[in-house]
């Protein structure tokens, strides 16, 4: 079968760095994407890794082994603003389309 | 203004009632997507479809079709809507590449089923 596990909550304060893990189980694997959601918004792409290792793009990294079937999403130096939901979203390949979790709800404190 | 467009915003209907939420995309991607979210529940995947012409039964098929007659469109019908169908429904479209298929999502319909 098809599973996948994040947190259901993380908590942090403004500057500091925290990663959200998720692991998956899939039938097939082509990649594993990121994607945020605010609060009454709508969830908006942020990384793809198809390859093992680390993806930078500015405060946010994406982290992939695909040997572990483990991937992480860094985000530093947060901000008021990186309160939101994030869903690690792995694609199993083939005609399967991509899993949606019930996704990792960060809360930044000042 | 490129992007997925959602009608209604929000929507209270009756148990019983015929309810079409419409989605247009204007990116001319092949593939489009209707998910369901509740509260706990994450994004669950209604029905998809890969191009214009074909469609498909995602995780929650139940008590909804869709209909794909062109590639911008791809309305979402209830045809007797339950109070269990009340949710958050979300479009979305990808170009329908196998490896990332990064999606792209609409604002969002707030249905009430009462």
């Known amino acids: 079968g098809q599973s996948l596990e994040q947190p259901s909550e993380v908590t942090a304060v403004e500057g500091a760095i925290v990663q959200i893990n998720c692991t998956y189980q899939?039938?097939?694997?082509?990649?594993l994407s990121w994607y945020q959601q605010h609060d009454g918004g709508a969830p908006t792409f942020l990384s793809y890794?198809?390859?093992?290792g680390l993806e930078e793009t500015g405060r946010f990294s994406s982290f992939l082994s695909r040997s572990d079937s483990y991937g992480y999403l860094l985000l530093q130096e947060l901000q008021m603003k990186d309160s939101a939901s994030y869903f690690c979203?792995?694609?199993?390949?083939?005609?399967?389309?991509?899993?949606f979790g019930t996704g990792t709800r960060l809360q930044v404190f000042p | 203004i490129a992007g997925i467009t959602q009608a209604p915003t929000s929507q209270i209907l009756a148990a019983g009632r015929r309810m079409t939420l419409r989605c247009t995309q204007d990116m001319r991607h092949n593939a489009m997507y209707w998910y369901r979210q509740d509260l706990g529940l994450g994004l669950r995947l209604i029905h998809y479809?890969?191009?214009?012409?074909?469609?498909g039964k995602g995780e929650v098929p139940d008590g909804y079709s869709v209909s794909r007659a062109n590639t911008d469109d791809f309305p979402l019908t209830l045809a007797s809507a339950v109070p269990s169908q009340t949710s958050v429904y979300f479009c979305?479209?990808?170009?329908?590449?196998?490896?990332?298929?990064?999606?792209?999502f609409g604002p969002g319909t707030r249905l009430t089923v009462l």
């Open positions: 979203a792995p694609h199993p390949g083939n005609t399967d389309k991509l899993i």
């Open positions: 899939t039938s097939g694997f082509y990649g």
């Open positions: 979305a479209s990808s170009d329908g590449r196998q490896d990332t298929d990064t999606q792209y």
């Open positions: 479809s890969n191009t214009a012409g074909t469609t």
């Open positions: 890794n198809a390859l093992d």
